[in-house]
């Protein structure tokens, strides 16, 4: 082997390794294993010498290159050891992880409480053989007053009292266009609630442009104010509690002949008095009466072959008084501190 080439892979060895064990970083270190063992690195480059050997040479300076190259990534090795725990060490001594933190706690959505309401009326009412039906939020101004008997100068059909899309369209002012919707489209028997937003020009602390109803219809043979007292009155029971009792005062709809309002006893004083129920005992609940022959008349239903009975409900209203909510206003806010407090 000529000493040029002896001479220059010791210098290779004994300069690549003092710099692998000095390197300060994983990163200079790597970059060091490039420059001396990389295909490009010093000890390929010498390697390149091995052709200009004499032929006995040859396997004695492969033999050495090999050596070298072994020990230098021995050395890279154990470098590399040393420099990532020096690294962890490091890590550890300047990056504080507290364990005694809580941990994140996801917040979880919950259901609305309208929609509590209204799951819990279609449960209910489904018991009674009840189901369940839509209709549009646009109506015809046929759906919405003319077909339930509201007359043209009814002030429900006066521009302060609806939203008004055109002539003939308003944004529905209560669920009842629901019940002719069904009227038309199905056959008697019938046992419907129906539900969603409806809209009016109103808005205080105790009315909203925006709120829900549920409405239900029963149409069948023979129906008369007791079906409906009896059904009401269950209900009543069912939603807000034993004991509760329900009076029928005497009233007007158009689309119902007799009409009552309904009351029931307060269910947080159980009739005593309280703030909720202005200290009278009773709390109005809805509407209703059994359904007007001219409703049927309207919808081409055969009376008195089949008559019926309706009730409707403000969502709003039944979850003030089943919550004791004080303010109508929170339910559309959708401030998720209210809205939480109906995780179930
Ligand atoms: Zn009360």
């Known amino acids: 082997m000529k000493p040029m080439s002896q001479t220059k892979l010791d210098e290779i060895k ?11 970083s994983s990163k200079s ?12 690195g010093a000890l390929t480059e010498v390697m390149k010498e091995m052709a200009n050997l004499p032929k006995e040479e040859k396997p004695l300076f492969g033999k050495k290159v090999n050596e070298i190259k072994n020990f230098l990534e021995q050395v890279y090795v154990e470098a590399e050891e040393a420099l990532k725990k020096a690294e962890m060490n490091e890590r550890l001594a300047t990056e504080e992880l507290d364990l005694t933190l809580p941990a994140y706690v996801r917040q979880a959505g919950s259901e609305h409480p309208v929609y509590k309401v209204i799951e819990e009326i279609f449960t209910i009412m489904a018991r009674l053989g009840y189901s369940v039906r839509t209709g549009p939020l646009i109506e015809k101004d046929y759906y919405n007053f003319e077909a339930l008997n509201i007359p043209a100068d009814h002030p429900a059909r006066d521009m302060q009292d609806t939203f008004f899309i055109d002539q003939h369209h308003v944004l529905r002012t209560h669920t009842s266009p629901i019940q002719i919707h069904s009227l038309e489209n199905e056959k008697p028997p019938l046992r419907i609630i129906g539900t969603g937003p409806v809209f009016r020009c109103d808005s205080d602390i ?36 034993p004991g509760l009792k329900t009076r029928f005062r005497p009233s007007f709809f158009p689309f119902t002949e007799p009409s009552a309002e309904v009351d029931c006893s307060c269910p947080i004083c159980k009739g005593k008095g309280c703030s909720l129920c202005k200290h009278t005992g009773w709390i109005e609940i809805g509407g209703c009466g059994l359904i007007n022959p001219k409703v049927f008349y309207n919808a081409k239903i055969s009376y008195p072959e089949w008559q019926g009975f309706a009730f409707g409900f403000g969502i709003e209203r039944m979850g003030i008084i089943k919550y004791g909510i004080d303010d109508i206003r929170l339910f559309p806010e959708n401030d998720v501190r209210f809205v939480r407090q109906f995780l179930s």
């Open 206 to 241: 105790s009315h909203l442009p925006n709120f829900h109803q549920i409405e239900g219809m029963c149409v069948d043979q023979k129906v008369s104010m007791a079906d409906l007292k009896g059904t009401i009155s269950f209900f009543v029971r069912e939603f807000f509690g």
């Open 29 to 40: 270190l790597y970059d060091l294993k490039v420059q001396f063992l990389g295909k490009s």
């Open 14 to 24: 004994s300069t690549a390794s003092a710099q692998f064990k000095a390197a300060t």
